[in-house]
């Protein structure tokens, strides 16, 4: 039986690289508290992915990256295997030695970009045949080159090549296909894995906003045993009750003991109903995205920093925040990194960006941290609560959806 709180022994299961222990569940929710453990460490679950699509996150170097306690970034395929190229990737020995990380890296297939490369792109089922966006040159991208290249990225976890739907897409005939074709490239993947006692490959159900076609798909992709699953397809436009009621369905068909990724999921209000859903693993390129517009993702909402009410403050960006800009200054005398500096820089010198990108990854990161906490120490609804309160002060104006998806696992934001 579980116990409410921490786990007398935890549960775990292992494969050849990584093993999974859940630590905890809530009492309440779905919402749990585990640890993953890959070739490069352990990483602590729920979490979120910085993404570092080029092999670099923009603006940081991998000592700064490093400082926000990232233990888990992402990488894309199709871009590494544009440039700097597989022959190069192999010549350096992986990503990992081409951009001096000695943490995990898990990386996309290259499938996403049908959906936003979709012009260059034609799906058939060999493959995806597009345009180089550099140079305009034909290529292809098939489970088995995905894989291949992914190999060489050494990533600690690859993911499968899907056939990738937005999910608004209203044709139900191509949104089978892509699901039932998404299962038969998960076997050519499996197929073409050269690694698989260093690298986990991951699958990804597809079926769009039609639960009846996820719960298909989720049951053809556990039956080939991954050592984790992906929920994809999301983050396409869909309104969030449709987002939630994926999520919800698929979570609740899934191994108990194998992680559970939301692909392309950052907005902070996303994750913890996600969390609350039962997923584990979040990506988005929004708190970067949103740091080059001088936006400072905070407990209590957006700031925009360009504003001009922010050129005389001289406090932190968020007070009481541990990344390395909020820190207080070591110097006496010194106020360190203030919203005024930040303001006077943002939109004109790049230092800005680089400065709001370290703090909103820690945001994100404690975020989710804060999260596996409460839910060890079983009061994961009143962190829910607590989060939304201050987001929501005047507790009239909580987004619907939210609402309804939290009441959905035992929370009620609107009783107090």
Same mark, same amino acid.
């Given at each position: 039986?579980?116990?409410?709180?921490?786990?007398?022994?935890?549960?775990?299961?292992?494969?050849?690289?990584?093993?999974?222990?859940?630590?905890?569940?809530?009492?309440?929710?779905?919402?749990?508290?585990?640890?993953?453990?890959?070739?490069?460490?352990?990483?602590?679950?729920?979490?979120?992915?910085?993404?570092?699509?080029?092999?670099?996150?923009?603006?940081?170097?991998?000592?700064?990256?490093?400082?926000?306690?990232?233990?888990?970034?992402?990488?894309?395929?199709?871009?590494?295997?544009?440039?700097?190229?597989?022959?190069?990737?192999?010549?350096?020995?992986?990503?990992?030695?081409?951009?001096?990380?000695?943490?995990?890296?898990?990386?996309?297939?290259?499938?996403?970009?049908?959906?936003?490369?979709?012009?260059?792109?034609?799906?058939?089922?060999?493959?995806?045949?597009?345009?180089?966006?550099?140079? @305009? $040159?034909?290529?292809? !991208?098939? +489970? &088995?080159?995905?894989?291949?290249?992914?190999?060489? #990225? =050494?990533?600690?976890?690859?993911?499968?090549?899907?056939?990738?739907?937005?999910?608004?897409?209203?044709?139900?005939?191509?949104?089978?296909?892509?699901?039932?074709?998404?299962?038969?490239?998960?076997?050519?993947?499996?197929?073409?894995?050269?690694?698989?006692?260093?690298?986990?490959?991951?699958?990804?159900?597809?079926?769009?906003?039609?639960?009846?076609?996820?719960?298909?798909?989720?049951?053809?992709?556990?039956?080939?045993?991954?050592?984790?699953?992906?929920?994809?397809?999301?983050?396409?436009?869909?309104?969030?009750?449709?987002?939630?009621?994926?999520? @919800? $369905?698929?979570?609740? !068909?899934? +191994? &108990?003991?194998?992680?559970?990724?939301?692909?392309? #999921? =950052?907005?902070?209000?996303?994750?913890?109903?996600?969390?609350?859903?039962?997923?584990?693993?979040?990506?988005?390129?929004?708190?970067?995205?949103?740091?080059?517009?001088?936006?400072?993702?905070?407990?209590?909402?957006?700031?925009?920093?360009?504003?001009?009410?922010?050129?005389?403050?001289?406090?932190?960006?968020?007070?009481?925040?541990?990344?390395?800009?909020?820190?207080?200054?070591?110097?006496?005398?010194?106020?360190?990194?203030?919203?005024?500096?930040?303001?006077?820089?943002?939109?004109?010198?790049?230092?800005?960006?680089?400065?709001?990108?370290?703090?909103?990854?820690?945001?994100? !990161?404690?975020?989710?941290?804060?999260?596996?906490?409460?839910?060890?120490?079983?009061?994961?609804?009143?962190?829910?609560?607590?989060?939304?309160?201050?987001?929501?002060?005047?507790?009239?104006?909580?987004?619907?959806?939210?609402?309804?998806?939290?009441?959905?696992?035992?929370?009620?934001?609107?009783?107090?």
């Amino acid at each position: 039986m579980w116990a409410a709180r921490r786990m007398a022994s935890a549960m775990s299961a292992s494969s050849a690289a990584l093993t999974f222990e859940l630590v905890a569940k809530c009492s309440t929710t779905r919402a749990r508290a585990s640890i993953m453990t890959l070739p490069h460490g352990p990483v602590n679950l729920p979490m979120f992915m910085p993404v570092a699509t080029q092999a670099s996150l923009k603006g940081l170097t991998p000592e700064q990256l490093e400082d926000t306690e990232c233990k888990l970034c992402l990488n894309n395929t199709y871009h590494l295997g544009l440039k700097p190229g597989q022959e190069v990737l192999d010549a350096v020995g992986g990503a990992h030695k081409l951009q001096g990380w000695d943490h995990n890296i898990l990386t996309d297939s290259g499938g996403f970009q049908m959906v936003s490369l979709l012009k260059l792109a034609n799906v058939t089922e060999e493959g995806v045949r597009f345009l180089s966006p550099h140079d @305009g $040159t034909p290529m292809l !991208l098939t +489970p &088995e080159h995905s894989i291949s290249l992914q190999n060489s #990225i =050494g990533s600690d976890i690859m993911m499968q090549l899907d056939d990738v739907l937005v999910t608004t897409s209203p044709d139900k005939a191509r949104m089978r296909e892509a699901m039932e074709r998404s299962i038969r490239w998960l076997d050519r993947c499996i197929a073409a894995h050269k690694n698989p006692d260093r690298q986990n490959l991951f699958c990804i159900i597809q079926g769009g906003l039609d639960l009846d076609m996820r719960r298909e798909c989720c049951r053809g992709m556990v039956a080939r045993d991954t050592p984790g699953i992906a929920i994809g397809g999301l983050s396409g436009g869909e309104a969030k009750d449709d987002f939630c009621r994926v999520v @919800g $369905t698929c979570t609740q !068909l899934l +191994p &108990e003991l194998k992680p559970r990724y939301v692909m392309g #999921i =950052g907005y902070p209000e996303d994750l913890v109903v996600s969390v609350a859903l039962g997923a584990d693993m979040f990506d988005c390129v929004w708190p970067t995205r949103t740091a080059r517009f001088g936006n400072a993702v905070t407990k209590f909402g957006m700031l925009n920093l360009r504003r001009d009410v922010y050129a005389a403050d001289f406090g932190p960006i968020e007070e009481g925040c541990g990344c390395p800009c909020c820190r207080p200054a070591d110097q006496e005398g010194s106020m360190g990194i203030t919203r005024a500096f930040v303001h006077h820089n943002a939109a004109k010198e790049t230092v800005a960006a680089h400065l709001l990108t370290m703090h909103n990854v820690w945001y994100q !990161l404690h975020l989710m941290s804060g999260a596996r906490e409460a839910i060890i120490a079983d009061r994961f609804p009143a962190f829910v609560k607590e989060f939304f309160g201050r987001l929501y002060p005047d507790g009239q104006s909580y987004p619907s959806w939210a609402v309804d998806a939290l009441r959905g696992v035992g929370i009620d934001l609107i009783q107090t």
